[in-house]
């Protein structure tokens, strides 16, 4: 439940502190060394913050995706990667995010899943992979996170701005045993893990597989809060 604790403790400092005028940096209180960096910081405010992205493990860099494609200008954030395409400067695709999902199940050697042969009651047919999204409870679940999240890009209806944030499904829903050792209804996207949480609040009853953080083994660290103790004696 790692995922959950950091979440939670989150909560109290979703409103991230500006470390300066001069700079457009997101920084955190609660956490070490990197902040969102400019020109990620105001796209992964305004996209989902700490539970879309998460906390930034890298600072920004330059990086060749697995695809062989071009150079760019990159920021690791534990569940995703924020990249700034050049050629797209001034348009709302200037930064765009990796495709995460489809890059983790190639460094664990997992094939893509069969398709699924038709559409599923109540749920998100994605013909282009032959898969459903589906809720997990009633009005709850994959199906209505996916629905409900999404870029903020203009001039896109809200699928195509769900597309965008986590890309289409690769796998069906189904029990896998995720880093944190939790058996849980798993289903993996392009950009993204979905995971079925059903012990949790219903706000993080589906929380996203901390990516960006297996793919590199950067995690972010976290400043202990300190320990209550006894008052020193009065001098």
Known sequence: MKQLRLLLMS???????????AASNYCFPEVKAYCVEAPFDEYWVT???LPVFGYPISAKDRYQAPDQGPILDIQW?????LEQHKT???????????????????????????AARRPAPDCLWFAATGHNVCN?????????????HGTT????????R???????????AQFEVNPDGDEVITQWFERARFEWHPDNPDQFKVLLGRLGSEITGFEPEIIPEPIPGPNPPNK
């Open 88 to 114: 797209l400067a001034g348009t709302a695709y200037e930064i765009q995010i990796g495709l995460l999902g489809k890059e983790r199940m190639a460094q664990l050697n997992r094939d893509l899943e069969p």
């Open 11 to 21: 909560v109290l400092f979703i409103v991230p502190i500006r470390a300066s005028t």
């Open 162 to 172: 769900s597309l965008q944030l986590f890309g289409l499904p690769l796998t069906s």
């Open 47 to 49: 996209n989902g913050g």
């Open 153 to 160: 890009t203009a001039g896109l209806d809200s699928y195509a």
């Open 77 to 81: 954030t534990e569940r995703q990667r």
């Open 136 to 148: 997990q409870a009633d009005g709850m679940g994959f199906k209505q996170f996916w629905q409900s």
